[in-house]
């Protein structure tokens, strides 16, 4: 699977931006997808997981209550809509998938095999 992550863009604290991630090949239902971001002079961590069915869902406690992670299997595209935007929010954001995915299940780890291109996301205070 292929991957192309764009919405990053410049945002005020307290804004909201939508990222969108689009997926190319015939299999886009059988990966699990994540969203991850790599901060300036920080590793890169995951920030949301959505599993392939769509059904579940799991976020970083960074982010939980202020992200959603969605998906659309037919359209082939994984959303992350940044609400309550914070400057610690910025980063380069990365989409991702990975194979060996079962239906229910959302995994907020680093096993992740495809990525997409960053896109940046800056949060001014």
């Known amino acids: 699977v292929q991957l192309q992550a764009f919405g990053g863009g410049l945002m005020q604290a307290g804004g909201f931006l939508r990222l969108s991630c689009a997926a190319s090949?015939?299999?886009?239902?059988?990966?699990?997808m994540g969203w991850f971001r790599r901060a300036p002079g920080k590793e890169r961590e995951i920030v949301a997981a959505i599993s392939r069915n769509g059904g579940y869902t799991s976020y970083s406690d960074s982010v939980k209550g202020r992200f959603t992670i969605s998906r659309d299997n037919a359209k082939k595209i994984v959303l992350l809509q940044m609400n309550i935007l914070k400057p610690e929010d910025t980063a380069v954001y990365y989409c991702a998938g990975r194979s060996r995915a079962i239906l229910t299940a959302a995994y907020l780890d680093d096993e992740y095999e495809y990525w997409g291109q960053g896109t940046q996301v800056t949060v001014s205070s």
């Open positions: 090949g015939r299999t886009f239902n059988t990966y699990g």
